[in-house]
Structure formats: structure tokens, C-alpha cells
């Protein structure tokens, strides 16, 4: 009887552990087959992953992009990548909207369907010097033709002098806008209205316009300035109280300059506001009896006195020419103000003092950065002030220097 429970045990004990063994082969069969079908569903996704719409690249080389190109035809579509070229969501820029466009190519591509370029915008800078072009992306090479920015540029046999007018018109640049990828301001004319510049070549622009290459007497290179009368004055630096001033046998001429230090150091986006103003006191005696004020614009303002009372004052033009002037008694007790009614240009106020006060006169320019002033005391002594707008963009005089 026992011998029988045991065989019965046994046998059990011996379904038990086939049953297990066919289990774990199951479990591990299914894990293989599982283990296939991923790697086949791996296999497939990359053969059917979408090949690049201007088939296989067999070259990328660097271009110069102040190499200048312009869209070819209407229908010039940007892409913002090779991926998405040809695709209607890759569409990062088209026709209408780069109109009148100045291009430049950063890299050329060499595709099984043609040749691409990848494509930046002709930027101004600003006073940014150290950004970049505008990317606009990747576009067929069949859509872009060359374009000459410069129509011609020659140099002088000769130096041909120029003293500033209006320091704040035109700046100096490393190149005119829209002639390179990415044009901006290397130098300010605040600081360089009471130098000899010289010009050593020039250019025409594409849409006419003439720049010429600066440069001081000692060789220092500025770099390119719109030529307009109303920024330069063809000819030798002519000082400005010995033009306008005419001092007499019998008087002395007085001149002071603002210091660096007071301006503030800082250039403006429409303003000179790192110009040092300067004042000319021409005495006769122990009266003062004419007074010339170069103020923030590096525009002069002449006031006449006669017994310590003013009688006339002239505002003067950028080229030194007669603007506009007043001999009413009433504005010459109080202030004077001459101005643009129509330009977006400084304007420079004359306030005057009652005989009993220290201060003779005060004359005030008053621009969109800020405002700068020059008072001039009875015993002849001077004192300038500028003052920056703090809401206002400035930028350090010494990047610009």
C-alpha cells in the first residue's frame, strides 16, 4: 500500500515539473518572437522614414555672404530647414514679403535634385557692433541672382578736407548699409567737430547715393560717411569764433571747452551727446560784450550785450550760416527760442538774467536723449552740463572712439 502512495507521489511530482518546463519554454519562445517583431518594426520605420525632398547632399561648402544677391522671381519661397524644404509648414519666408531684399549666402549645398543656399538678410546694425544678419533660411540657387551693391568706387590721387556740420545726421560705419551682410557704426562725430578730416576715396551706392572713406590728419581710418552738405563741409577746418566772432582791436577772446568727464561719456541714438560744448566770451574791458555758444548739436548761437544788457542774438545754422536772430527787447529780457517747425531736429533756447544776477545768459539744447546747457556768468566764468534721458538706449563713447 505504501509502495503505491510513492509511485503516486512520484508520478505527480513528475507531471508537476514537465508542466513547469513547458511553461518557462512557452514564456521564452513568446519572448524571441517578441523580440523579432520589435526588430522588424525597427527595421521597417527606418527603410520607410521620408528622404530629403532635394535627395542625397554630396557637398556643403562656406560662401562669403557679402557677396550680394537679389530674388530672381515671384514665386521664391525660404525654408527653414532641409528637412522641411519643399513642405508647405517649412515655409518660413517668401516673395511678397522679402521684397526689395538684399541677400547674402552663408553655405552652398550640392543635392542629387541641385544646388541650395542657405540665405541671411543685408542687416543694419546700428550701433550694435557685434551682431549678425538676419537668417532667413534655405532657398534654391535658381531663385537668387548676383546683385552689385556698390555701382562704382575710386580713390582720390589727392586727400580732399571736410570738417564736420552736424555730428549726428550720419555716423561713421565700416560699410554703407546694405552694401555688406551686416553693416554698423564704428564711429561717432561728437568728439571730431573741431578736427581736420580728409576723405581718401568714394562710392556710389546702388541706388545712387555717395559715401567717402574718412580719415584724420594723421592717418588714424574712421571709415565711410554719407557725403551731405548737411553733414560735412567741404574744405580746412575754419575756427568758429574767429569766423564769427570778429574780434576787435581793444578785445580779448576768452574760450572754454566742456570737459569729457561732464558729458557723461555716452552716445546717443539721436543725439551728440558726448559733444563737448564750448563757449567764447570776448571782453572789452571789464564788460562782456559778446558772447558765442557751441552747444550739444555743435550748432553756434551769438548774443551781443551793451551794458551788461543782451540786445541781439543770432542762431546760426550746422553750416555756420545766419538762422534766425532777434533784437525784441521783450524776448531778450526773458528767452529766445530757435527752432524747425517742421524737423525733427534739436532746438537751442536762449534764457536771459536780470542785472542783478550773477548768471549773464544760458543757452540750452534740447534734444530727444537728453539736454545739454552752457551758462555764462558776468565775471566771465562758465559752466556746462549735460544730462542724459534715463529711459533712453546709451551706448559707452569709448566702443566708438
Known amino acids: 500500500m505504501r509502495v503505491k502512495k510513492w509511485a503516486l507521489a512520484v508520478l505527480i511530482l513528475s507531471g508537476f515539473i514537465v508542466g513547469c518546463s513547458s511553461h518557462d519554454s512557452e514564456a521564452t519562445a513568446e519572448s524571441s518572437s517578441k523580440q523579432s517583431e520589435a526588430s ?56 511678397q514679403m522679402e521684397k526689395g531684399g538684399i ?27 557685434k551682431g549678425h544678419a538676419d537668417n532667413l533660411g534655405y532657398v534654391k540657387a535658381s531663385d537668387l541672382k548676383r546683385f552689385s551693391t556698390i555701382k562704382s568706387k575710386w580713390h582720390y590721387a589727392r586727400k580732399r578736407p571736410y570738417y564736420v556740420a552736424n555730428p549726428n545726421s550720419h555716423r561713421i560705419w565700416n560699410s554703407p548699409v546694405s552694401t555688406v551682410h551686416y553693416a554698423h557704426v564704428t564711429h561717432v562725430l561728437d568728439r571730431l567737430t573741431t578736427v581736420q578730416l580728409y576723405a581718401t576715396s568714394e562710392l556710389i551706392k546702388y541706388n545712387g547715393q555717395h559715401y567717402v572713406y574718412l580719415e584724420t590728419a594723421n592717418g588714424r581710418k574712421l571709415g565711410w560717411v554719407r557725403k551731405s552738405k548737411k553733414t560735412l563741409i567741404a574744405g580746412k577746418y575754419r575756427n568758429v569764433a574767429r569766423q564769427l566772432l570778429k574780434v576787435k582791436k581793444g578785445e580779448r577772446l576768452l574760450s572754454q571747452k566742456q570737459a569729457k568727464q561732464s558729458t557723461g561719456n555716452r552716445i546717443g541714438v539721436n543725439d551728440s551727446l558726448s559733444l563737448q560744448q564750448r563757449a567764447y566770451v570776448v571782453k572789452k574791458g571789464k564788460q562782456i560784450v559778446r558772447v558765442l555758444i557751441v552747444g550739444m548739436d555743435n550748432r553756434p548761437t551769438k548774443i551781443t550785450f551793451s551794458n551788461g544788457k543782451a540786445i541781439k542774438v543770432v542762431s546760426y545754422t550746422y553750416r555756420r550760416k545766419a538762422w534766425k536772430s532777434t533784437t525784441n527787447a521783450k524776448k531778450l529780457r526773458t528767452h529766445f527760442t530757435a527752432d524747425h517747425e517742421y524737423l525733427s531736429v534739436d532746438s537751442a533756447k536762449t534764457y536771459f538774467y536780470a542785472k542783478q544776477s550773477k548768471k549773464l545768459v544760458r543757452v540750452e539744447t534740447d534734444g530727444y536723449d537728453g539736454f545739454a546747457s552752457v551758462t555764462v556768468y558776468r565775471n566771465g566764468h562758465v559752466s556746462f552740463a549735460t544730462l542724459i534721458e534715463k529711459r533712453v538706449i546709451t551706448y559707452p563713447y569709448d566702443d566708438f572712439k
Open 40 to 95: 522588424k518594426v525597427s527595421t521597417s520605420s527606418k527603410s520607410e522614414s521620408k528622404p530629403l525632398a532635394i535627395g542625397q547632399i554630396y557637398s556643403t561648402k562656406k560662401a562669403d555672404p557679402n557677396i550680394a544677391y537679389k530674388m530672381a522671381n515671384k514665386h521664391v519661397k525660404f525654408y527653414r530647414s532641409l528637412k522641411e524644404f519643399g513642405t508647405g509648414g517649412g515655409v518660413y519666408s517668401y516673395y
Open 103 to 129: 541677400f547674402g549666402i552663408t553655405q552652398v549645398i550640392t543635392a542629387t535634385r541641385g544646388i541650395y543656399y542657405h540665405v541671411v538678410e543685408y542687416t543694419s546694425g546700428g550701433f550694435n557692433q
